[in-house]
């Protein structure tokens, strides 16, 4: 807190300062803890196609590792069918908490119910029928990667502290016409009209310098921040397995 405590105001030079994470969105919470410490924050969430968006993270998580080459694809394309279909199993256990609307005490315990589910059904080794579907038959490396895609479910508390001030973005509509929106975000948060142009042109990731092989424009250890033309590239998704999971998705999402 005291890295981020709020700047002494001054009317010739006033700065826009702002905090970028895929993670706090996710966090039951973190929204109210957010808006106690700064009512009046501007917040975009951008959101991704949800299959799209796992399949996406999978990827970049082994990247980051250093995991990625021909001989692994069939692995990690495996092991992602077989622990999100686990998940997705426990993710339908608990959406029912939402048949009384779509609330900020229903959205944490829908998250506090999926938490419980995956440890106790871990824990019995899904040897109860009650648990079937649950435990894939691979390790998964994280037990978070479909639940971080059911947006309405993460959004609701974000809208409900900080209403008008939220600011909701379909990552799809933004990276086809990059300039367009970030004129929209600029005019949002109180920015004074600019070239994105020269922006936009690059694509900015985060990368580990010594697994990706792509220079840091940071200078903190370990991850980075890298620029390149392009954004990250990994193989398609087959159809069947996009099939599946779009058809558990659709209903989640529409609450």
């Known amino acids: 807190y ?52 796992m399949w996406s993270e999978t990827w970049f998580l082994n990247s980051l590792k250093g995991n990625i080459s021909p ?16 998940e997705l199993y426990r993710m339908k256990r608990c959406v029912p908490i939402f048949s009384s609307g779509l609330t900020v005490e229903n959205g944490i315990n829908y998250v506090n119910c999926v938490n419980n589910i995956t440890v106790t059904s871990i824990k019995n080794r899904c040897e109860s029928e009650e648990f079937t579907g649950m435990c894939p038959p691979v390790t998964c490396k994280s037990s978070g990667t479909a639940k971080n895609s ?32 970030m004129e929209i ?6 920015l004074n009209p600019y070239d994105w142009g020269p922006v936009t042109s690059h694509a900015f990731n985060i990368v580990n310098p010594k697994k990706n ?3 840091s424009i940071t200078s903190s250890p370990g991850l980075g921040i890298g620029v390149s033309d392009s954004g990250n590239s990994y193989p398609e998704l087959s159809e069947r397995v996009r099939k599946e ?11």
């Open 2 to 53: 005291s890295y981020f405590k709020p700047m002494v105001y001054d009317d010739n030079f006033q700065l826009f300062s702002g905090d970028a994470t895929p993670m706090y969105v996710s966090k039951p919470n973190v929204a109210k803890r957010a808006y106690y410490a700064n009512p009046t924050a501007k917040v975009i969430a951008m959101v991704r196609e949800p299959v799209d968006r």
């Open 71 to 86: 001989s692994s694809y069939a692995t990690i394309a495996n092991t992602f069918e077989h622990c999100i279909r686990a």
């Open 150 to 181: 059911f947006y309405a479910a993460q959004l609701i508390e974000w809208k409900e502290f900080f209403g008008d001030n939220l600011m909701v973005i379909n990552s799809n509509d933004f990276y086809e016409n990059t300039e367009y929106y």
């Open 185 to 190: 975000i600029a005019d949002f948060i109180g």
């Open 213 to 215: 092989h792509i220079d």
């Open 245 to 255: 999971f779009e058809e558990v998705f659709a209903p989640l999402n529409d609450l």
